[in-house]
Every structure is written in structure tokens, then in C-alpha cells.
């Protein structure tokens, strides 16, 4: 399977703790976006990178999240002392540059903070 | 601010009933609408990709249509496998994420057999 891949799938974590999560993209794609959706929303963008670039940040993205994607490869998405507000499910996505702005989920992770 | 309306929110029908899904968007620039599937507990998965209005793309029973200022997804004698979420979005040149989605907040379909 070459599609988007997320680690873990599901996360229950206690109020306070900390979290990362982890995507590997589609290997030819250079862009990598991360969303959060909450039950019966559609998803909502956070931040995106091309190749190692954090090139765009939502305003959704509190200063307790950050993101990573060290060498334009896998990315990390790390929240500190999560909060109830943060459970959801946090999508990852990644697309090629300079072709159609198509881009391609993965299956997300889904976090339980209680 | 780039905004995307569904309807209906929820929709039922019987198998082979055809039908249509709406989308109504507002950007500044459309870069491009998209459609996507998602069932429950899984991410979305990709059907469409539209850029200007009067493009039509179909893809087995689904077709989807765009004007400047909305979209359709039609359906066209569904089976019990169609029964999901479809999610519409849009990408805008000025946009709250210049290459992230808008997305709206989906139809849940529902195909009886």
C-alpha cells in the first residue's frame, strides 16, 4: 500500500499529558497538510509544509501544537498539555506540487483526552 | 474567508433512487473544488477535482458539475455501497490556508436496499 499512512490510529490520553502523532505521505508527493475534524464537521485545516518548509499555519493552531517535518520526509504533529477541546481526529494529507492541488488522506488518528 | 454550505445535511434514499447533492461556496479566487467520500472512522478519500464553471467529471454512478457559485454531486441509480459522507471543499488563491481546504460540513447519504 503507497498511500498516506498515520501512527497510532487511535490515542486516549489524559488531560495535561502530552502527544505525538506521526504521518508518512504518498513518497513522490512534496507537500504535507494536517487537519483536525471533530464529529459531524468536515475537516479543518492546521498547517502545511512543502518539502521541509512549514509554509502556513491556521489560526486553529494554539501554541500548544507543533509540527514538524524533518529532511521533507514524515511529519510530526505534537500537542502539549492536551486539553478536552483537543479530541478529534487529526488528519494528515499530502499532495504534489505543481500538479492538480489534489491531495490524499490518510485513515487519521483519532485522540481521546479524558 | 472562504465558505462552503451543504445540502442537504442528511440525505436517505432508496436504492436506484437518483439524486443530488449541493454544494454552495464562496472564495475570492477559486484555485479548485473538490469532492471527497469518507465513511466512518476512515479519512476521506478523493473523487473529484473541479477548476471552472461548466466542467463535468464522472466517475462510475457520480457526476459532479460546478457554476461560479455552486456544485453538484449527482447520483445516479445508487447501491447500499454509496451510503457515506460527502464532503465538498474548496482552495482558494487567498484563502484561510493559501493550499489547505475549506471543506464544508458534509451530506450523510444513507441507500436503502
Not at chain 1, 53 to 82: C, H, M, N, V
Not at chain 2, 18 to 46: A, H, I, M
Not at chain 2, 87 to 109: E, I, M, N, P, R
Request: charged letters at 25%; proline letters at 5%.
Amino acid at each position: 500500500d503507497t498511500g498516506v499512512s498515520q501512527d497510532p490510529r487511535h490515542k486516549i490520553t489524559k488531560r495535561g499529558q502530552n502527544v505525538t502523532f506521526r504521518c508518512d505521505p504518498i513518497s513522490e508527493h512534496n507537500r504535507l497538510y494536517w487537519y483536525r475534524q471533530t464529529l459531524g464537521q468536515g475537516p479543518e485545516f492546521l498547517t502545511y509544509f512543502q518539502n521541509e518548509a512549514q509554509l502556513e499555519k491556521s489560526r486553529l493552531l494554539s501554541d500548544r501544537f507543533s509540527a514538524e517535518r524533518p529532511k521533507g520526509s514524515f511529519s510530526t504533529l505534537e500537542i502539549q498539555r492536551t486539553e478536552q477541546g483537543d479530541s478529534a481526529m487529526y488528519l494528515c494529507a499530502s499532495s504534489r506540487a505543481g500538479t492538480s492541488n489534489e491531495q490524499f488522506f490518510g485513515p487519521g488518528t483519532r485522540l481521546t483526552v479524558l | 474567508e472562504d465558505q462552503v454550505t451543504q445540502s442537504p445535511e442528511a440525505l436517505r434514499l432508496q436504492e436506484g433512487e437518483s439524486s443530488s447533492l449541493n454544494c454552495s461556496y464562496t472564495v475570492s479566487g477559486l484555485r479548485g473544488l473538490f469532492w471527497y467520500r469518507q465513511d466512518p472512522g476512515k479519512g476521506p478519500e478523493f473523487l473529484f477535482t473541479l477548476y471552472s464553471a461548466g466542467e463535468e467529471k464522472e466517475k462510475e454512478r457520480l457526476k459532479a458539475t460546478l457554476t461560479k457559485k455552486e456544485s453538484f454531486l449527482h447520483i445516479t441509480a445508487p447501491k447500499p455501497e454509496d451510503s457515506a459522507t460527502y464532503l465538498c471543499a474548496v482552495q482558494s488563491y487567498s484563502g484561510g490556508g493559501a493550499d489547505g481546504l475549506t471543506f464544508g460540513k458534509g451530506t450523510h447519504l444513507i441507500i436503502q436496499p
